[in-house]
């Protein structure tokens, strides 16, 4: 069985805080590794995706990928309380049924 | 990024009777799209895997007869829940892969509530 693990949370970070959510998977050979952000009520929307071990950043956002820990984390500097949401952690598994598989997400709530 | 658009957002329709939902995807051809349902502070469920041309994968559980899919064209999915009863009233999602890269693109979501 594949599986992406994130804690549920909620994380409570105060705003201008940097807010570190985590996410583990169980395959060694996964390629692709995606951040959602869902707001209550509403869909997820795609915050960034990344594919190869180190950093990658777009804005306020970093999105971290440890391939032999087998785990990817979103950094989210300056922390507004427009950024409190649910985040999904998704990997696309080689082999997975060609789908991804996301993880149940961590509540992150950011308080003025 | 790329849209997918849903339809309806929101129905309210009586028990017994059938609904359709679409999803499009605007601005990419999707040969793979995905339903999903999720119930109030609960996760994403996926429900099936549809691909263009071909019969839907349903995931262990969910009825297939009472939830048709049907996958077209490269640009529009549906699903139709059939005899709606209560129980079915949940926030529907799909979803479309762009290419191979395994980025999905959500739509809006339809919230049904079964009368």
């Known amino acids: 069985q594949k599986e992406v693990e994130q804690n549920s949370g909620p994380l409570s970070v105060p705003e201008g805080a940097i807010a570190s959510l985590n996410c583990t998977y169980s395959?060694?050979?996964?390629?692709?590794f995606f951040w959602y952000r869902q707001y209550s009520g509403k869909s997820p929307e795609l915050i960034m995706s990344?594919?190869?071990?180190g950093d990658k950043e777009d804005g306020r956002f970093t999105a971290q990928l440890n391939k032999a820990s087998q785990y990817v984390s979103l950094l989210i500097r300056d922390s507004q309380p427009s950024d409190s949401a649910t985040y999904l952690c998704?990997?696309?598994?080689?082999?997975?049924?060609?789908?991804?598989?996301f993880g149940t997400g961590t509540q992150l709530k950011v308080e003025l | 990024g790329a849209v997918v658009s849903q339809h309806p957002s929101w129905v309210i329709c009586k028990s017994g009777t059938s609904v359709k939902i679409e999803c499009r995807s605007l601005?990419?051809?999707?040969?793979?799209m995905f339903w999903y349902r999720q119930f109030p502070k609960q996760s994403l469920m996926l429900m099936a895997t549809?691909?263009?041309?071909?019969?839907?994968?349903?995931e262990q559980g969910v009825e297939k007869d009472k939830f048709l899919i049907n996958h077209a064209s490269l640009t529009l999915s549906t699903l139709t829940v059939t005899s709606a009863h209560p129980e079915d009233s949940s926030f529907y999602i799909c979803?479309?892969?762009?290419?191979?890269?395994?980025?999905?693109?959500f739509g809006a979501g339809t919230r049904l509530s079964v009368l």
């Open positions: 601005d990419f051809q999707a040969t793979t």
């Open positions: 998704a990997v696309f598994f080689t082999g997975g049924g060609n789908k991804l598989t």
């Open positions: 990344i594919y190869s071990n």
């Open positions: 979803s479309a892969r762009d290419g191979t890269g395994g980025i999905q693109y």
């Open positions: 549809s691909n263009e041309g071909s019969k839907a994968t349903y």
């Open positions: 395959d060694r050979g996964s390629q692709s």
